[in-house]
């Protein structure tokens, strides 16, 4: 299937001209070397910009952060004029939350393009009102013919590498906007809580790399404050702040939301923290990370408190966004015989296993935080993945994963495709019984991708168990390559309504695509 770049629509087109425009002009006043400063009188603002989140064909999330205590209100409408709009009245925001707020809309109409606005207003005064920020999202498709086009990636603010205004913030996200996509996927890692942002870095060649710093992100995070504070760090990109205007998300988390390679029950050895014990520092992390983005299993009218969750787009898609962070065990040499706990838990393992049986998707993404087959190590002895170097049978965590893909494949489940981020570089892998060690599976692909905005790592090493076959792989050839040495990465998954094929593309910064692979609807295994 030949690609060709998508056409946007007129509504689309006048978007770009009208309501983002308009939102670029009333959501970045924002500058490059400070946070907006609280306002002691005046009107609420928005100056953090506008979210979706978990879009379905009929629902969505939408965002938003105020200076201060306000009421938000929501308004949609099919036209960027805003005749027959629909008011939703949302939540009142104040410091409880950090004065952010989610409101759920519902009934909306299935694969149109939805514009809408979000007004902050006084809880004494209704009739003091902020200016008005703009956004627009696609809503999910009810018609297999429509197809479904989205971006994947992780890893920001990561190793040190920041906002630096001398090359224009994140610019990959200003390329993902220009893409256009439903949605676009976030792998995990959003922020880098136990990565401190220093003014600057000075690289091998001896050019001087600049971050934008803030007080937060001059020390790990402990706190509940230094945690908002560095989810609140990337919103100070006004790249990143106009692609969340546009693109909606679905957002995951892994280790960097609360501190590298952790495990429930993990007391640190970490002489950069007063506060050794993981769990309080994960409660924290969660708190902001709930306040930060619109995930329907996290809102507090219908969610119930979890990450993992199945954000069903239409008849050819469905995402299953797992947590392979909060329900794991220890990190270990990964040698047990005997191991039901896993990197998922017993309890999400047997809701996967149920949601993935009950779908009726042409495809289904399994949205993993961390990759299976690639080794991925935590100091000496540790593993912090699901796989351990050694190339036998299941052992460890490989366990839980040996079962979900035996279960697959006896269930005759057609269509899964893994997606991930993680270690810093872009490959895709092939898994295949007769090249592994366990064999009762079906055949299935892996793509991996990432950063987009943190240092670039060397390939890491293949465990054989379930017979990876690395067809491509793009890495640096030493460890933290910072984004002004090496391009940063993003995936893109592109499903034809008419003949139902997906095409994966792994894309460097800069537009080119790496790789490409095309895959057929209705297998098993590929």
């Not at 009929?58 to 201060?68: M, P």
């Not at 009102?129 to 994947?152: C, I, K, M, Q």
């Amino acid at each position: 299937m030949s690609y060709r770049p998508r056409i946007p629509s007129p509504d689309r087109r006048a978007v770009l001209r009208g309501s983002l425009a308009a939102s670029a002009a009333l959501t970045l006043p924002l500058t490059a070397t400070a946070a907006p400063a609280f306002a002691l009188s005046g009107r609420p603002r928005a100056a953090w910009g506008v979210q979706v989140g978990d879009v379905t064909p009929s629902s969505a999330l939408v965002w938003v952060r105020s200076d201060r205590p306000a009421r938000m209100i929501v308004e949609t409408s099919a036209t960027e004029s805003f005749r027959r709009a629909r008011t939703w009245h949302g939540p009142l925001v104040g410091s409880g939350t950090d004065f952010t707020g989610t409101t759920p809309l519902y009934g909306l109409p299935a694969g149109e393009q939805v514009h809408y606005r979000v007004t902050l207003a006084d809880p004494d005064d209704p009739r003091r009102t902020g200016e008005p920020v703009y956004g627009t999202f696609r809503t999910a498709p009810a018609r297999r013919r429509d197809g479904v086009r989205f971006l994947w990636s992780g890893d920001i603010a990561g190793q040190g590498w920041g906002i630096n205004p001398d090359i224009g913030g994140y610019r990959v996200y200003d390329e993902m906007r220009r893409l256009d996509p439903d949605f676009f996927l976030c792998s995990g890692d959003n922020i880098y809580a136990d990565g401190v942002i220093e003014p600057s870095v000075t690289l091998p060649d001896g050019r001087v790399w600049r971050n934008v710093t803030t007080e937060e992100k001059a020390k790990v995070a402990e706190t509940l404050a230094e945690y908002r504070g560095n989810f609140r760090y990337n919103l100070l990109d006004e790249n990143l702040r106009r692609f969340n205007a546009q693109v909606p998300s679905i957002i995951q988390w892994d280790d960097h939301e609360v501190r590298n390679n952790w495990y429930p029950g993990q007391i640190l050895d970490d002489v950069r923290y007063t506060e050794k014990n993981v769990d309080v520092l994960a409660a924290r992390s969660m708190r902001a990370f709930r306040e930060y983005f619109p995930v329907s299993t996290l809102h507090e009218s219908s969610g119930d408190g979890r990450v993992h969750r199945v954000v069903r787009h239409g008849p050819l898609l469905d995402v299953f966004v797992l947590d392979m962070r909060s329900f794991r065990n220890a990190n270990s040499p990964g040698r047990q015989p005997d191991d039901t706990t896993g990197i998922l838990g017993a309890e999400q393992l047997d809701w996967l296993k149920r949601e993935l049986s009950r779908s009726r998707a042409v495809w289904k993404v399994i949205a993993a935080d961390m990759p299976l087959g690639l080794v991925v190590t935590d100091g000496a002895t540790d593993f912090e993945a699901v796989a351990q170097g050694d190339p036998g049978a299941p052992l460890g965590r490989e366990l839980q994963i040996a079962e979900l893909l035996r279960f697959i494949k006896h269930r005759r489940i057609t269509g899964t495709l893994w997606l991930t981020a993680d270690v810093h570089y872009t490959s895709a892998q092939h898994y295949a019984p007769e090249r592994a060690a366990f064999k009762d599976f079906a055949p299935f692909w892996e793509f991996v991708s990432g950063p987009l905005a943190a240092g670039g790592f060397p390939a890491n090493a293949l465990d054989s168990t379930f017979g990876p076959d690395q067809v491509f792989v793009r890495a640096p050839d030493r460890a933290n390559v910072s984004p002004m040495e090496s391009p940063q990465f993003f995936g893109e998954v592109d499903i034809d309504g008419d003949s139902g094929e997906l095409t994966v593309r792994l894309r460097a910064q800069g537009g080119s695509v790496l790789f490409s692979k095309v895959l057929q609807p209705g297998r098993v295994g590929q």
